[in-house]
């Protein structure tokens, strides 16, 4: 019991005198030099070809909204047949047996495609 106190209390000290050290070099430095200060990237050539690509978006939104509902109604029917699946395989186990990993998974699987639906649905 001792020796747990004894590596706890060390432990706290260090860090205190890891903090003190820290607030000690943030304290020192002084932002007096505009060149010292940290430097924040530019945003304004950030269409350059070695940044992350954009992905291309429709020019129209109808195009865009036509685009959404075909994914939308390919992840619903995603989650139609996960469902009937999952009946089947529930309706196949007996009653008296636990339900197995593989119902689980499978009920997990479609709480997330449901929460995806649900986030795209709000997002547009």
Do not use: C, W
């Not at 943030?26 to 200060?37: A, K, W």
């Not at 469902?83 to 709480?111: G, H, M, N, Q, R």
């Amino acid at each position: 019991m001792r020796a747990g106190r004894r590596y706890f209390l060390s432990g706290i000290a260090a860090m205190l005198a890891g903090m003190r050290a820290l607030r000690a070099g943030t304290q020192g430095q002084r932002h007096d030099n505009p060149s010292q200060l940290p430097q924040v990237p530019d945003a304004s050539n950030s269409g350059r070809g070695d940044d992350f690509p954009v992905p291309p978006r429709a020019a129209d939104p109808k195009i865009q909204l036509k685009e959404d509902q075909k994914a939308l109604r390919r992840d619903v029917d995603h989650l139609l047949q996960l469902v009937k699946d999952l009946k089947d395989e529930s309706d196949k186990t007996p009653e008296t047996d636990v339900l197995s990993l593989s119902l689980v998974k499978k009920a997990e699987e479609i709480e997330k495609l449901a929460h995806q639906i649900k986030d795209r649905i709000r997002a547009s």
